[in-house]
């Protein structure tokens, strides 16, 4: 039995996943996980090295079916809807559903504007706003705007690593998502860079469901509200942050946690 914390239970769900089962070809590395991320809150997601992290939330913006012979079972609702359902578009279940990277993956032939209004392109949307102001918005709440408001017409790898990085955060909240999905997105940058990447996180969550995967358990402790720990394709245990580290209902999240094995 997964324990959860009824401290945080009274908020909204966002994500609702049950009994999710994932293969790539023969081989399966999800085990019937059943797990619910709340509105607005950061979702961290620890575990050693191929226990299912980063499958789970590719299944969570149906991008584990882009790889060939992948398949996935069980139920995940975004808002109550089956994101796989008959009816439901993965290009527009994506521009929800946003994801950053391990690496920053800035497009090597734009420039930062063009970087930040790709998604928007592609979906051939116009928003509301307009384009100028919906790029300062996406670039200010990736807190690169100060940094980057004179050098728009610059090549988006021209910008360090830790830049990059929330140059591909602004690209993703540019559409305006509801979700964004953190594949270690501190592991190519240095201590400065991940320091500003976790504040972002902080400030983000007021407006956004954030569920980072992260290979470090300080990052987790530091920016997650609750976190959830898998073991070779099962979830062990999800709790909050504070209980998960402090006092893990489960003996091998605390194995894990205390370095024993991972």
Known sequence: MVAVDTDLSDAPAKFVTRDVFAWFGDKRVLHGVSLDIAANRAIAIIGPSGCGKSTFIRCLNRMHELVPGARVEGQIRLDGI?????GV????L???????????????????????????????????????????KALI???????????LGDPGVGLSGGQQQ???????????????????PCSALDPIATAKIEDLIHT???????????????Q?????????????????????TNRIFTSPRDSRTEDYITGKFG
């Open 89 to 92: 578009d993965p290009v527009r």
């Open 141 to 151: 709440q990736a807190a690169l705007w100060e940094e980057v408001k004179d050098r």
């Open 204 to 218: 983000l969550k007021r407006s956004y469901t954030i569920v980072i995967v992260t290979h470090s358990m300080q």
């Open 166 to 184: 929330r140059l591909c955060i602004a690209r993703a909240l540019a559409v305006d998502p509801d979700v964004l999905l953190m594949d270690e």
């Open 94 to 136: 994506r521009r929800r559903v946003g994801m950053v990277f391990q690496k920053p993956n800035p497009f090597p032939s734009m420039s930062v504007r063009e970087n930040v209004l790709a998604g928007l392109r592609l979906t051939g949307s116009v928003p509301r706003a307009g384009l100028d102001e919906t790029l300062e």
């Open 220 to 240: 987790a402790a530091r920016v997650s509200d609750q976190t959830a720990f898998f073991l070779s394709g099962d979830l062990i245990e999800f709790d909050a």
């Open 82 to 86: 089956d994101v796989y359902g008959s």
